[in-house]
């Protein structure tokens, strides 16, 4: 296992313009998720993945938010027209699924600043 | 809707020490799962231990337990003979009726060697 990767790392961009990120999780894994960390906070989640079905998503996923997984692989979390309130580290986690393996494993996170 | 509160932003232990820290969560759930995620500076999240609602024993996890007080809503972690990098922030963690994760806001924990 290589572990769950994300890219990029960082990503600085200007109000109004739209940015996209990617998130490879552990191979296997059929279960995916975004969650969204601001300064001094624990992480909130957005998004959950069952291979390519979208099956939850938070209130906080605004029209602006969309994210796809399209062959139940990587996934992306696109935002359009970024906000300075999208700052924030997005964190991707992946899981087995298996009822003897709950963990979700995390990613290295995506740090957005939004100026 | 589920919430966790973590009542102590910053905690400090001396090396070799043990200190707790502590967690309360609301939940209408009857089957939940509680947890202790590590976040260690700039480093990716961890799962520390993890703890099933239907389980009155403790869990433990080497020198990380758990007092869960499902009564109390309750749900502390203790950490022994403190490690340098036990320094971390710490999340206390409610899954039920979803696949989704909720957080507390999190403890800053400092390891004094």
């Known amino acids: 296992d290589t572990g769950v990767s994300q890219d990029p790392r960082h990503k600085i961009t200007k109000r109004g313009q739209n940015v996209t990120f990617r998130c490879d999780p552990i191979?296997?894994?059929?279960?995916l998720y975004w969650y969204r960390q601001t300064l001094g906070q624990g992480p909130e989640f957005l998004t959950y993945f069952q291979n390519e079905a979208q099956l939850e998503k938070s209130r906080l996923l605004s029209d602006r938010f969309s994210a796809e997984r399209p062959k139940g692989s990587f996934s992306t979390l696109e935002i359009q027209r970024t906000e300075q309130g999208d700052s924030a580290m997005y964190l991707c986690?992946?899981?087995?699924?298996?009822?003897?393996?709950?963990?979700?494993?995390f990613g290295p996170g995506t740090r957005l600043t939004v100026t | 809707a589920q919430t966790v509160t973590q009542s102590q932003p910053e905690m400090s232990v001396q090396e070799a020490e043990t200190v707790t820290l502590s967690c309360t969560y609301d939940t209408s759930e009857s089957d939940y799962y509680l947890f202790w995620y590590k976040q260690p500076p700039s480093r990716q999240m961890i799962l520390v231990i993890r703890?099933?609602?239907?389980?009155?024993q403790n869990a433990t996890e080497n020198r990380f337990s758990v007092n869960f007080q499902k009564a109390a809503k309750s749900f502390s972690l203790k950490i022994s003979d403190s490690q340098l990098g036990d320094a971390a922030m710490y999340f206390c963690v409610i899954q039920g009726g979803s696949e989704k994760l909720v957080f507390g806001k999190g403890t800053k924990l400092t390891v004094n060697p």
């Open positions: 986690a992946s899981s087995s699924g298996r009822p003897d393996s709950y963990e979700q494993y």
């Open positions: 191979s296997e894994h059929n279960r």
């Open positions: 703890q099933e609602a239907y389980k009155q």
